[in-house]
């Protein structure tokens, strides 16, 4: 996952507070995993002088992957933060992962965000998932550009990728993407590849070279000035495209020279309303170098191209009863709204809050109100509480570092909030807000854990409660009707870490078991039954017969019970005890252990004793009754069907029409979505999506998306019910 690093000699020491809004520029890295986004953040540390390269080797820590899972795993599974300053700008830096299990931590980098990097690799090229990301930043015009990494593999080429962004993000206009900067190559090497030893900047036509391990500024030779003029007028172009000057066009086609202020000055504009997207490279800084290829161009684009908060609306706030508040400014004097965006335990301090203050200022050891976020069918509570805020501090790798204050536009973490969770809302106590809730996606893996031995049943719950509390994008199920214990995930390498945060964090062992769908039982067929208990072993005896016919009925009619005794055969005060007995055995179910459904069941005769008949006696024979029934007619069993809508680019709707039917499922219908997608509707058993989620990625190539809900439960195959029934009851 790139370079380690570390903090450099007083890192923990306090940070410097930002003053103001226009001080601050929050920025996002998105792309895929391996794409070299943690690497670019550690190069622009170390370009920052935010961290010394003696202090990297001393610890060997990392700024941004610094969990122990990451460290295993090799990758990013967590939205970390890394302030650096350039210019007497504070930038943070938000690193996400670029797997899609974790996009949740994706999705709340982009919340905390003023503007993206999109990190692309020479080497691999734009995936689908991607593309996604930059639709979705695009809906919301948040600004956007472009960095070209990998330079130094041996296929890299720059010139190729620039083409194949333009193609994937420029849609109707793909001069909007376009370099501020060309590769500078060295000399061939023996094994034929050549070296990026700098950049060429098109606007400045000025060489930055970095092969002396920090960058040295020169004129072009002739040879490298012949290299700039088809880019840098193609650039010009498309810097004047979107100029608010609209003479600017007219005179530059009629000869005239742009100003390169001007230019400077049109694109800073252009990005930052999002308009337009430069395109730079970047490689990492080699041995002993102080800079990095192009950290320094990002620096500056960064600090001078991108908006400050109070340039970017703040998300609709009301009041926690949801009445609408005129729209807040990023204004430090205004009254608080902050949002938690991330929550995450730390073993020494407790739970940590990644904080994003929209508006007014936060303080330590101030009592805030806590307003919930709306997720109370995932297993997160609502919150309505007042908290009393710990200590503020800013990230730099494992260390905390103390914050006076947090103003409006900043990001801070707060120390020992124990209600507040990832999407909640702190304001004023006086004034209570709530901050609308960004989209998170739905979690469509599921899998039942239990206690790996009696010890970590008592700490199960708890664990569990924690674990949810930092992920919005994980729901917890106590499913009554199978007992199980559910983590619902987003994947495969979620559930992993899942897990493995229990057991690290949490001390929980747990074991994955198969999850079970909730079936149901039902009878095909009319048929009778005649319940006999009857025991006489000294002392008080038992007597009960009952005798009662079962019917079929209509889906969702539940059990119905019917009295249709005549002649007190059955006393009218054990008539409610068969039904008990009855409607128990239902619930254990009579074929399979599933519980009994869309059933009447009539009463129809029996017989009592004065002496031995009692309400347990009754009970036992409506449950037997009820079986021998069951043993005398054809028992179904009845699976849940889901509804679900599949959307995937068109170029995959053949394939996943195909799967669907191979999973028994009905296509109901197709309609056209956004961006050359179309959503396929279909009925299908739930027992054969409950991996759905990891294979519509694998054959949609990681860009299908699905949404379920529960629509009926229908008959099953007898092939599969039969199988089933088998098993249960191999098992006993």
Same mark, same amino acid.
């Given at each position: 996952?790139?370079d380690?690093?570390?903090?450099?000699?007083?890192?923990?020491?306090?940070?410097?507070?930002?003053?103001?809004?226009?001080?601050?520029?929050?920025?996002?890295?998105?792309?895929?995993?391996?794409a070299?986004?943690t690497?670019?953040?550690?190069?622009?540390?170390?370009?920052?002088?935010?961290?010394?390269?003696?202090?990297?080797?001393?610890?060997?820590?990392?700024?941004?992957?610094?969990?122990?899972?990451?460290?295993?795993? *090799?990758?990013s599974?967590?939205?970390?933060?890394?302030?650096?300053?350039?210019? &007497?700008?504070?930038?943070?830096?938000?690193?996400?992962?670029?797997y899609?299990?974790?996009?949740?931590?994706?999705?709340?980098g982009?919340?905390?965000?003023?503007?993206?990097?999109?990190?692309?690799?020479?080497a691999?090229?734009?995936?689908?998932?991607?593309?996604l990301?930059?639709?979705?930043?695009?809906?919301?015009?948040?600004?956007?550009?472009?960095?070209?990494?990998?330079?130094?593999?041996?296929?890299?080429d720059?010139?190729?990728?620039?083409?194949?962004?333009?193609t994937?993000?420029?849609?109707?206009?793909p001069d909007?993407?376009?370099?501020?900067?060309?590769?500078?190559? &060295?000399?061939?090497g023996?094994?034929?590849?050549?070296?990026?030893?700098?950049?060429?900047?098109?606007?400045?036509?000025?060489?930055?070279?970095?092969?002396?391990?920090?960058r040295?500024?020169?004129?072009?030779?002739p040879?490298?000035?012949a290299?700039?003029?088809?880019?840098?007028n193609?650039?010009?172009?498309?810097?004047?495209?979107?100029?608010?000057?609209?003479?600017?066009?007219?005179?530059?086609?009629?000869?005239?020279?742009?100003?390169?202020?001007?230019?400077?000055?049109?694109?800073k504009?252009?990005?930052?309303? &999002?308009?337009f997207?430069?395109?730079?490279?970047?490689?990492?800084?080699?041995?002993?170098?102080?800079?990095?290829?192009?950290?320094?161009?990002?620096?500056e684009?960064?600090?001078?191209?991108?908006?400050?908060?109070?340039?970017?609306?703040?998300p #609709?706030?009301?009041?926690?009863?949801?009445?609408?508040?005129?729209?807040?400014?990023?204004?430090?004097?205004?009254?608080?709204?902050?949002?938690?965006?991330k929550?995450?335990?730390?073993?020494?301090?407790?739970?940590?809050?990644?904080?994003r203050?929209?508006?007014?200022?936060?303080?330590?050891d101030?009592?805030?109100?806590?307003?919930?976020?709306?997720?109370?069918?995932?297993?997160?509570?609502?919150h309505?509480?007042d908290?009393?805020?710990?200590?503020?501090?800013?990230?730099?790798?494992?260390?905390?570092?103390?914050?006076?204050?947090?103003?409006?536009?900043d990001?801070?973490?707060?120390?020992?909030?124990a209600?507040?969770?990832?999407?909640? #809302?702190?304001?004023?106590?006086?004034?209570?807000?709530?901050?609308?809730?960004?989209?998170?996606?739905?979690?469509?893996?599921?899998?039942?854990?239990?206690?790996?031995?009696?010890?970590?049943?008592d700490?199960?719950?708890?664990?569990?409660a924690?674990?949810?509390?930092?992920d919005?994008?994980?729901?917890?199920?106590?499913?009554?009707?199978?007992?199980?214990?559910?983590?619902?995930?987003?994947?495969?390498?979620?559930?992993?870490?899942?897990?493995?945060?229990?057991?690290?964090?949490?001390g929980?062992?747990?074991?994955?078991?198969?999850?079970?769908?909730?079936?149901?039982?039902?009878?095909?067929e009319?048929?009778?039954?005649?319940g006999?208990?009857? @025991?006489q072993?000294?002392?008080?005896?038992?007597?009960?017969?009952?005798?009662?016919?079962?019917?079929?009925?209509?889906g969702?009619?539940?059990?119905?019970f019917?009295?249709?005794?005549?002649?007190?055969?059955?006393p009218? *005060?054990?008539?409610?005890?068969?039904e @008990?007995?009855?409607?128990?055995?239902?619930?254990?179910?009579?074929?399979?252990?599933?519980?009994?459904?869309?059933?009447?069941?009539?009463?129809?005769?029996g017989?009592?004793?004065?002496?031995?008949?009692?309400?347990?006696?009754?009970?036992?024979?409506?449950?037997?009754?009820?079986?021998?029934?069951?043993?005398?007619?054809?028992?179904?069993?009845?699976?849940?069907?889901?509804e679900?809508?599949?959307?995937?680019?068109d170029?995959?709707?053949?394939?996943?029409m195909?799967?669907?039917?191979?999973r028994?499922?009905?296509?109901?219908?197709?309609? *056209?979505a956004?961006?050359?997608? #179309?959503?396929?509707?279909?009925?299908?058993?739930?027992?054969?999506?409950?991996?759905?989620?990891?294979?519509?990625?694998?054959?949609?190539? &990681?860009?299908?998306?699905?949404?379920?809900?529960?629509?009926?439960?229908?008959p099953?195959?007898?092939?599969?019910?039969?199988?089933?029934?088998?098993?249960?009851?191999?098992?006993?």
């Amino acid at each position: 996952m790139g370079d380690k690093a570390s903090t450099h000699p007083g890192a923990a020491g306090r940070a410097p507070a930002a003053d103001r809004p226009g001080s601050l520029r929050n920025v996002v890295l998105v792309g895929r995993g391996g794409a070299g986004k943690t690497t670019l953040v550690e190069a622009l540390a170390q370009a920052s002088g935010a961290v010394s390269r003696a202090g990297r080797v001393e610890e060997g820590g990392c700024l941004s992957d610094y969990d122990e899972i990451e460290h295993r795993q *090799q990758r990013s599974v967590q939205l970390s933060l890394v302030p650096v300053e350039w210019g &007497g700008v504070r930038v943070n830096l938000l690193d996400t992962p670029g797997y899609a299990d974790f996009v949740g931590e994706l999705r709340a980098g982009l919340r905390a965000a003023d503007a993206a990097l999109f990190v692309v690799s020479a080497a691999d090229g734009v995936d689908g998932a991607t593309r996604l990301v930059w639709e979705e930043c695009a809906a919301v015009g948040m600004p956007r550009a472009l960095v070209v990494t990998h330079l130094e593999a041996a296929r890299a080429d720059f010139d190729e990728m620039t083409a194949r962004c333009r193609t994937a993000f420029g849609g109707d206009d793909p001069d909007a993407v376009l370099p501020l900067y060309l590769p500078l190559y &060295g000399r061939e090497g023996a094994d034929g590849h050549r070296p990026v030893d700098g950049l060429i900047g098109l606007l400045s036509r000025r060489v930055y070279d970095y092969t002396g391990g920090a960058r040295r500024e020169r004129a072009p030779d002739p040879g490298e000035s012949a290299l700039i003029e088809e880019a840098r007028n193609r650039l010009i172009e498309g810097i004047i495209a979107e100029s608010e000057d609209e003479t600017l066009m007219d005179r530059y086609l009629g000869g005239e020279e742009c100003d390169t202020a001007t230019l400077v000055a049109d694109l800073k504009k252009a990005v930052a309303r &999002g308009a337009f997207h430069p395109v730079l490279a970047a490689a990492p800084a080699a041995a002993g170098a102080r800079q990095g290829l192009g950290t320094l161009e990002l620096l500056e684009l960064v600090t001078r191209g991108f908006p400050t908060p109070e340039e970017r609306a703040i998300p #609709t706030v009301t009041t926690p009863e949801g009445a609408p508040r005129p729209p807040l400014a990023c204004d430090p004097d205004g009254p608080l709204a902050a949002e938690v965006v991330k929550t995450s335990s730390d073993p020494y301090v407790g739970r940590i809050s990644l904080v994003r203050v929209f508006s007014g200022t936060l303080r330590p050891d101030e009592t805030v109100h806590v307003s919930g976020h709306g997720l109370a069918d995932r297993g997160h509570e609502d919150h309505d509480v007042d908290e009393r805020v710990g200590a503020l501090s800013t990230p730099f790798g494992r260390r905390q570092r103390p914050l006076a204050r947090a103003v409006a536009g900043d990001l801070a973490c707060v120390a020992k909030l124990a209600r507040a969770e990832t999407g909640d #809302t702190l304001s004023a106590k006086a004034d209570p807000l709530l901050v609308e809730p960004w989209t998170m996606p739905e979690p469509l893996l599921p899998v039942a854990v239990e206690a790996h031995g009696k010890a970590d049943e008592d700490r199960l719950s708890q664990g569990l409660a924690r674990l949810v509390a930092e992920d919005p994008t994980m729901r917890l199920e106590q499913n009554p009707h199978t007992h199980q214990v559910v983590l619902w995930c987003l994947g495969e390498a979620h559930v992993n870490v899942a897990l493995e945060r229990l057991r690290g964090r949490y001390g929980v062992r747990v074991d994955a078991v198969p999850h079970r769908v909730a079936l149901r039982e039902t009878f095909a067929e009319r048929a009778a039954g005649r319940g006999r208990h009857v @025991k006489q072993s000294g002392g008080h005896g038992q007597f009960a017969i009952c005798e009662i016919e079962v019917e079929p009925l209509p889906g969702g009619s539940g059990v119905e019970f019917v009295d249709k005794v005549v002649g007190g055969s059955v006393p009218r *005060q054990f008539v409610p005890s068969v039904e @008990k007995g009855v409607r128990a055995q239902a619930a254990r179910g009579v074929a399979a252990g599933y519980p009994l459904e869309d059933v009447r069941v009539t009463l129809l005769d029996g017989k009592a004793h004065s002496v031995d008949s009692s309400d347990a006696a009754f009970q036992t024979a409506g449950a037997l009754a009820l079986r021998e029934c069951a043993a005398r007619a054809r028992v179904r069993l009845l699976e849940p069907v889901a509804e679900i809508g599949v959307t995937v680019a068109d170029a995959y709707v053949g394939h996943v029409m195909s799967d669907l039917s191979g999973r028994r499922g009905r296509v109901v219908g197709t309609e *056209q979505a956004a961006g050359g997608s #179309t959503r396929v509707r279909a009925e299908i058993p739930e027992i054969e999506i409950s991996r759905y989620a990891v294979e519509l990625r694998s054959l949609s190539h &990681g860009i299908g998306r699905f949404s379920r809900a529960y629509a009926r439960h229908e008959p099953m195959p007898e092939r599969l019910a039969e199988r089933i029934r088998a098993e249960a009851g191999a098992k006993g």
